[in-house]
């Protein structure tokens, strides 16, 4: 586990950063005993080890497991029975996770220590921002964060999402320091109403807009939806702000207290200046013009994250985009030592104390031959990684997950000291599936992202995407969902029927072998169709998920939808329709040099 330090003491962090980095080895060794040693008499463990805690019968009797396999023990948990079932601490609060069982959210077991941990993981970040960024220590961080109302199972655990567990579990003291290190009141942020929480933390953006160094929120897709967002309502700030006065819709208590700080007097000047930049034609670099002391935006951008860059890069103004850290709703996993770096080039370097880790080898064909690398395992330690080898990360944590498949792909790039650097190289998540095709979400990504560029010379953006199959045709054929925007402002979108149809071919071209065999050969699989949808459509399929539990700080749009509610959102949404009328290229050699 992370040994104790102060945040605030920045040669500290370093040094413990160089430390945990250098011994890999004996710390991830201290790890897995302590954990064993810990957990040895819970049903689960004592199942497969009959007391022998030696790292080689761990590896020897307990299998590799998905969530589907734990379930049934957190299940039993949730219904009352005790935590020693799978872990010696009482467990605290079930996490939601962004990703599913069978439609459902899962539930992740967590502990207050390993909360503790967590916190104490982000809290190294914060140093390597000073060392990196210039002048960002001397104002505010301007990061916005959406709590979700939370629920309990059968036996009173605490259900929440893991932004909502940190936010609500700062002591009072915590909280004081919070609010002299953040724009926006600890009270604004832990506001259970998403719109008024959104609101006035963007109301104190604005009103302290000089004091803010960097700004941002967890994911690039909720940072944009920030954005949006303000764009929809930068009127009503204006309004605020030169009479002084907060808009009466803004009830909850916990918002007006926290606003009120700020919005004294009223300042036309201010109002003035905002209007002036957000009534221009473009929101190109509306992030450096209303926030002009901001040095970087901080938000993840690897993985399904990615698609998002080039807008991040329009409204941004030249501000790095920093993404932080990686990890899920299992296990922090991994730091990005270098923020500086370009978003497409961002690896992560494993911190050793957070978990024992392996890595299950996943084979460069994967994504062509489907197979499930857990089929045929070949499972290595942290240590015994090589560079440009592809891995599944297996973890072991203190709160009772024990060899769970975390269902990434990761690529090592590198060392920093004896600590891995794994870059982010997709799920092995397959989203469309017709006859012998699977299509995973890394190459539907990549497809898409060869033919956004198209929309490029006509001033047009996508802003979101998700996709479907669509079987009522014969034969099946693959749909996808787009919102296009202009990067002119109130411009009405001219759509080309050219243009969408030579993306609907670029996507086809850029899919693998058996697709494209599918498609001109086998004939198979009929053409791909593009439908372009309303703006505003995404959000309304984000509020969808939203009033099923999930929060807009972990909020992923679904790269693929066969909810049939979600559907007929997406579908009661569409403008027009594009096929692609080209038949994509195939040779059988590329079949066979693909596998």
Same mark, same amino acid.
């Given at each position: ?140 961080? $301007? ?85 949006? $967002? =303000? ?105 990005? =030592? ?59 944590? $203190? ?24 870059? $982010? ?171």
């Amino acid at each position: 586990m992370l040994p104790k330090f102060d945040p605030t003491d920045q040669k500290a962090c370093l040094s413990l950063l160089e430390d945990v980095t250098t011994n890999v080895k004996q710390i991830q060794d201290s790890v897995l005993e302590a954990i064993l040693s810990r957990n040895a008499r819970t049903e689960y463990l004592s199942g497969f080890l009959n007391g022998q805690v030696d790292k080689q019968s761990f590896k020897k009797n307990l299998p590799v497991v998905t969530y589907e396999d734990i379930r049934p023990y957190i299940d039993r948990i949730a219904n009352g029975e005790p935590s020693d079932l799978i872990c010696d601490r009482p467990i605290s609060v079930l996490l939601t996770s962004s990703g599913t069982s069978g439609g459902v959210p899962k539930l992740i077991p967590l502990t207050t220590e390993e909360l503790e941990q967590r916190i104490s993981f982000a809290s190294l970040y914060r140093p390597l921002l000073y060392k990196y960024v210039e002048g960002i220590r001397e104002r505010k961080s $301007f990061m916005l964060y959406f709590v979700t109302r939370e629920s309990e199972t059968a036996s009173g655990i605490l259900v929440r999402t893991m932004i909502t567990c940190v936010l609500k579990s700062l002591k009072p003291s915590n909280s004081f320091i919070w609010d002299q290190s953040q724009i926006s009141p600890h009270a604004i942020s832990t506001c259970s109403d998403t719109t008024q929480s959104m609101y006035c933390q963007l109301l104190c953006g604005l009103l302290q807009r000089d004091n803010v160094g960097r700004l941002g929120a967890p994911f690039a897709s909720s940072f944009l939806k920030v954005i949006k $967002f =303000l764009e929809d309502h930068w009127p009503e700030f204006c309004s605020n702000i030169r009479t002084g006065r907060l808009s009466d819709w803004i009830t909850d208590p916990q918002c007006v207290s926290g606003i009120g700080k700020f919005l004294t007097a009223p300042d036309p000047e201010l109002a003035s200046l905002i209007e002036q930049e957000c009534s221009k034609t473009s929101w190109e670099a509306i992030v450096k013009r209303l926030w002009p002391n901001a040095k970087c935006i901080e938000s993840i951008v690897t993985g399904t994250m990615a698609q998002y860059i080039p807008l991040l890069e329009f409204y941004s103004g030249g501000l790095p985009v920093i993404s932080t850290f990686y990890g899920s709703s299992e296990c922090f996993i991994g730091l990005n =030592l270098n923020p500086l770096s370009k978003p497409s080039d961002v690896s992560y370097t494993i911190i050793p104390c957070m978990a024992y880790f392996e890595f299950l080898e996943v084979g460069k064909d994967y994504q062509e031959t489907g197979q499930d690398p857990a089929e045929k395992p070949v499972v290595v330690d942290l240590v015994d990684v090589k560079i440009g080898h592809d891995y599944e990360p297996v973890v072991t944590t $203190f709160a009772g997950l024990y060899r769970y498949r975390l269902g990434d792909v990761l690529r090592v790039t590198g060392f920093y000291n004896n600590a891995p650097q794994f870059h $982010f190289a997709g799920r092995q998540k397959v989203v469309l599936s017709i006859d012998m095709d699977k299509t995973y979400e890394e190459d539907l990504l990549k497809a898409v992202t060869n033919a956004k560029l198209l929309l490029e010379p006509h001033d047009l953006m996508l802003m979101d995407f998700s996709s479907r199959v669509d079987s009522s045709s014969f034969p099946g054929h693959y749909v996808l969902y787009w919102e296009l925007g202009s990067k002119v402002k109130d411009t009405k979108l001219e759509l080309d029927p050219n243009v969408l149809e030579e993306c609907c071919f670029t996507i086809e071209e850029s899919l693998d072998a058996v697709y494209r065999k599918g498609r001109k050969n086998d004939k198979n699989i009929g053409p791909l169709e593009i439908k372009v949808v309303k703006p505003g459509a995404f959000d309304e399929l984000m509020n969808l998920f939203l009033s099923r539990g999930s929060s807009v700080s972990q909020y992923k749009t679904p790269r693929s939808v066969t909810n049939e509610e979600a559907v007929k959102i997406l579908e009661s949404n569409v403008v027009s329709e594009f096929l692609s009328r080209k038949t994509p290229s195939w040779e059988l050699h590329e079949l066979y040099s693909s596998r």
